[in-house]
């Protein structure tokens, strides 16, 4: 009951053999912002790069007739933690990358974390050196890896790691193994497990996938007007950024505080919880409110649960509690866009992003301010 009742006030407030690159050894996710950075936003991507990820997107059931689920974001989230999009580097009309992407030479010494020494498998074809091996190109395949799923995406007859669009593919078609469903999150977690045996990976590379998916369905907003529109744009202009426990505020984002019930701290987080993100929409049209989801409920007039959706209008506060029908249980807050979806910030290590309404348990009704 104390771990409910914190929740309540405040949230709302490997193995390198095994991965196909080598970003457990070689970096960490150690950064303020939890690697997320800006609303959800496809600003950061090269257009050559974009054009790739959307390709292989669509050739891969050409080799993996039986994966399911398979688009672009995904794509574009692991070539984000794996290399920035080849940020600096130049991309021809044809997809090569020049200069060429190279990791660290794996061997073993210790550097960065690289503890593991993999011995030479390509002679230097792919790495650059017989001396032993390095991940490769922009999703950073090692070259044993590459010689197993290498694709040629762009005709030219040679399956190159150092091209963007040969190296989508070999990416989409390695993520397809075994004819997952990648739009099951199960599998498509499985999948990035795969990719590389690290949670904070996965979580990482998750993040970017939202980000990008949340870009690529951006809603049609020109039925709204006036201060529900300001509110509603402000809230998703914050796509993408990541929850903090405890943190954002009426300036925007914040770093959070430490902890929640199951121990996760928002203090190296710059970003939102719940209330957090209605606090910043809200102050956008001069509407100041509590800090807190269960105190956020007595502002305005409140929308009965019984109604469901069908009450609410575009711009209410959407709330959840552990017991329904007592507001002083109250967990939760999401802003309704419309359609039965809502800007939520949902939980730790997840980003602000569209879900539906549906997508929390203990639907306690809305509250209307404009």
């Known amino acids: 009951m104390v771990a409910l009742l914190m929740f309540a006030a405040v949230c709302c407030a490997a193995p390198l053999p095994q991965a196909i690159s080598t970003y457990t050894a ?3 996710t150690a950064q303020g912002d939890g690697g997320i950075a800006g609303g959800g936003s496809t600003a950061d991507i090269p257009p050559r790069m974009l054009a790739a990820y959307h390709k292989a997107a669509r050739q891969v059931g050409r080799y993996a007739p039986g994966c399911r689920g398979m ?3 995904i794509l574009a989230g692991i070539a984000k933690v794996e290399s920035h999009h080849a940020a600096g580097h130049t991309i ?3 997809g090569d990358i020049r200069p060429k992407i190279y990791g660290v030479l794996l061997t073993g010494s210790g550097h960065g974390g690289n503890t593991t020494a993999v011995p030479d498998t390509d002679h230097g074809t792919w790495d650059g050196t017989a001396q032993g091996e390095r991940a490769v190109g922009p999703f950073q395949f090692l070259p044993s ?8 995406g762009n005709g030219d007859t040679v399956a190159d790691p150092h091209n963007a669009d040969d190296a989508a593919l070999g990416a989409a078609v390695y993520l397809c193994s075994g004819g997952r469903d990648l739009a099951k999150r199960t599998q498509l977690e499985a999948a990035l497990w795969q990719y590389n045996h690290s949670a904070a990976y996965v979580a990482d590379v998750l993040g970017w996938i939202e980000q990008y998916t949340a870009a690529a369905q951006a809603p049609d907003l020109t039925h709204l007007s006036g201060q529900v529109r300001t509110v509603i744009e402000a809230a998703l202009s914050q796509r993408g950024v990541p929850y903090a426990w405890g943190g954002g505020n009426a300036n925007g984002p914040s770093y959070g505080i430490c902890c929640t019930p199951s121990g996760t701290s928002g203090t190296t987080v ?4 719940c209330s957090g993100l209605t606090t910043y929409a809200y102050a956008t049209v001069g509407i100041r409110l509590p800090r ?5 409920a007595g502002a ?3 929308i009965p649960a019984r109604l469901g959706t069908g009450g609410l209008t575009p711009g209410d506060l959407v709330f959840y509690a552990t017991a329904p029908g007592h507001d002083a249980t109250i967990y939760h807050v999401g802003i309704y866009l419309g359609g039965g979806q809502m800007v939520n910030a949902p939980r730790p290590h997840t980003v602000v992003r569209l879900d539906p309404v549906t997508a929390m348990p203990g639907y306690a009704g809305g509250a209307r301010l404009l």
């Open 270 to 273: 710059k970003g939102y919880d």
């Open 26 to 28: 070689l970096t960490t």
């Open 92 to 94: 021809t009309a044809g």
């Open 292 to 296: 807190t989801a269960a105190a956020q």
């Open 71 to 73: 688009r672009w974001p």
């Open 145 to 152: 890896t590459w010689e197993s799923v290498g694709k040629d």
């Open 300 to 302: 305005g007039r409140r």
